[in-house]
Every structure is written in structure tokens, then in C-alpha cells.
């Protein structure tokens, strides 16, 4: 049985951090995505590791703020959230694709306000 179950979002100033945590059980290693989705915008994906940890991307605006990463033996990552700012206020979602199917989470909230 798959799940797909994130956590650590809340209510931070600008310039506060956050640590987000994604656990996609019941799925061999895979690369991992968070995505994110302000309201009234599309969702977007905001970073992405490879299943072994050793390629990460970003999207520009979070570049130098944001650090993705995750465990070697299992589906678990992390995104460290720093320097936060009000556009990154959104509902952020972790994704998972294993053959063919796409695995999302609830997502967990993060607003970024003062």
C-alpha cells in the first residue's frame, strides 16, 4: 500500500525557516518532487532529488534559500526552507511517479507572513 505523508508546515515570519519532511512508503527508491501551490496560481515544482541523493534542482526563486535532500535507503526527503519570504506562501505537496502512476500527498501548509 502506497502513502505518500507530509509534514512540517506552519505560520513563519519573513526570514524564518521551516524544515519540511515528505515519507513515500510502499515504493522502491525513487526521485522524489515538491511542488507547491499559491492561491488562484498553478501548481509549480519548486525541487527534485534523484533516488540515490545525487542530483537535486530548483527552481530560481529558491535557489540559495531552499535545500532539498533525503535518506539513501528509503523514500524519505526533506526540504530546508530558509530566509522565507510571502511569495512562497502556499500549500506544498510531495510527488512521487513509479510506473506510470503519480503519488501525491495531502500537502502541508506553509505561509510566510508578518
Known amino acids: 500500500q502506497v502513502q505518500v505523508v507530509e509534514s512540517g508546515g506552519g505560520l513563519v515570519q519573513p526570514g524564518g525557516s521551516l524544515r519540511l519532511t515528505c515519507v513515500a512508503s510502499?515504493?522502491?527508491?525513487?526521485?522524489m518532487n515538491w511542488y507547491r501551490q499559491a492561491p488562484g496560481k498553478e501548481r509549480e515544482l519548486v525541487a527534485y532529488?534523484?533516488?540515490?541523493?545525487?542530483?537535486?534542482n530548483y527552481i530560481d526563486s529558491v535557489k540559495g534559500r531552499f535545500t532539498i535532500s533525503r535518506e539513501h535507503t528509503r523514500n524519505t526527503m526533506y526540504l530546508q526552507m530558509n530566509n522565507l519570504k510571502p511569495e512562497d506562501t502556499g500549500m506544498y505537496y510531495c510527488?512521487?511517479?513509479?510506473?506510470?502512476?503519480?503519488?501525491w500527498g495531502q500537502g502541508t501548509q506553509v505561509t510566510v507572513s508578518s
Open positions: 510527488h512521487v511517479l513509479q510506473r506510470d502512476i503519480n503519488y
Open positions: 510502499g515504493l522502491t527508491l525513487t526521485r
Open positions: 532529488i534523484s533516488s540515490a541523493g545525487a542530483n537535486a
